[in-house]
Every structure is written in structure tokens, then in C-alpha cells.
């Protein structure tokens, strides 16, 4: 528990800390869906010559939150894939706490779905998608990148029948199994006061309609909302048709545990799906010119979007 105390108390500090840099170059901001009467936004980078015809998707998310600074920052940072002949779609979600973490998971999906869509649009080749985030953005990268692909045949909007699948994940520091946090059986959720202090308890506040109050509720009852929980933990979605995963992890990594990563890539070996673990001596959830070891993720994306 202490060390669960350590890690939450400096969630929310990495984020806000980078999220500095201005715009190196202009954008086209994109509304690839609705809900609640908010628009759900990306900006699509493309390179001005020599496009690869290849997408990458960079998950704008701290503490499960989107916010314009982020996006901004990664805006500036994704210029090393642009520049490899990417087109990269800086991804924006619904946040906590309005949202929770399966929300912001079915958001990034429809962003998949609809880069697919209008990939002949975007010069993109549909079948070459990538996914990339960091920390809570690490932790929805790998959900939409592992988690069944289930298409809507039924319904009305043809982006829905669409595909959500990625053809290869590479992210840093994720968090991938809230039931066993840092040590065995160590339930993140059952820490609210911490998840309060680290200003992330609304992420997991998963709802369900009522029709006697015709509101939604905040499900409580323990062995429902664990296993919603374990839904929603990266680790329980490993199957054989998974694509390839590439984690860096540092290892003084106090808020996110070094165990996370561990013991995904674990899950990975026995499912045989191609995986690599680098961990970054003495990193901690973040470190200074992180986008010299990005250019791991481009040679991981060159490998496997092809």
C-alpha cells in the first residue's frame, strides 16, 4: 500500500509538466464523432511530400484526461513520425470526470474506425494503422489495440461497421492490470481515497443506467465493478490475433509500477504474440529527451505496418 501511495500521489504531475511546447508546424483539426452534444476531435499531421502511406494514432492522455495543452505538446512531438512519412492523428478523447476509462476506450475505437473510413481520403492505406500513447494514453492504447473487434452491422452510421482494429501498438509506462497493482492482488479501486488524492477516482467510476431513476448510476457492488475493472485492464484482453506490442518502461518508475509492463509482456510471450520490453535505466514516469527513445516506436511501426 505504501508504495500504491507513492505511485497515485505523482499521477497527475507528469502531464501537466510537459504539456509545454508550442506548435512547430500547422494542422488540420478533424470531428470524427459526437456525443452529448460535444464534438470528438483529432488533428491529422500529414507529410507535405514522400507520405508512406501509413497511419499512426497518438492518444492524447493524462490521467485519463484530453487536454488542448497535451495535445499541443504532441502536436510538436509528432513531427519525428511526419517526417518518416506518417500521417499521425493526435487523438483527443471524453475525459474523466466526466467520462470513465471504458467511455474514452469506445471514443478511441470510433477514431479507428473512422480514419479507416477515410483512409482513401487521408492517403492512407486502411490495413497500416498504428497506436501509440503514453502512461493513461499507453494504458487506452493498448484496450483499443487488444480488445475484440466488435462491428455494429446493424447500425445506421457506416463508420460503426467499420473495423476498430490497429496493426501494431508501441507505447510507454502503461498501466495494464488494475487488479493486481504493483504486487498480487493489490485492486487498485479499492483504494478510492488514494484515486482521490491523485485526482483519477472519476476514471473509474464505471455507470450503469436505472430505469427506476432514469439516471445513470456509479456501479459499488465489489464483485461487479471488479470484474468491469478487469475488463478494462489491458491484460485480460490478450488473444492470438493481437498485434504486435513494444513497452517502454524506465525503472524508478514510481507512479506507474515497472510490474505493469512486466507482466503484460509476460501474457504477450505465452499468446505468442511478437512483443519487446525496453526498460529504461533509471527512468521514471517520464524523462528528459524521451523522443530520442521514440525513435524505437518508428522502427517498431517501420517493421510491422508494412
Known sequence: MRYLLLSLITLS??????AQNPIAFKNTEIIYGRKDG???TMFKLAPKERSNGKAIISVVSGNWVSSYNYATYLTNRAKIYVDKGYTVFVTMHGSQPRYAINDEIADLKRAVRFIRYHAKEYNIDPSHIGITGSSSGGHLSLMVGLLDDKVDTASKDPIDKVSSRVQAVAVFYPPTDFLNWGQEKANLTEARGLLALAGVASAFEFKEWSDSTRTYKVIAEPTKLAEIV???SPIYAVTSDDPPVLIIHGDADRTVPLQQSETIIEKLKETNISNQ?????????????????EQQFISWFDKYLK
Open 13 to 18: 504531475s507528469f502531464a501537466a509538466c510537459k
Open 38 to 40: 460535444m464534438a470528438l
Open 230 to 232: 478487469k475488463q478494462n
Open 277 to 293: 520490453l525496453v526498460i529504461k535505466k533509471g527512468g521514471a514516469h517520464g524523462w528528459d529527451n524521451i523522443g530520442i527513445d
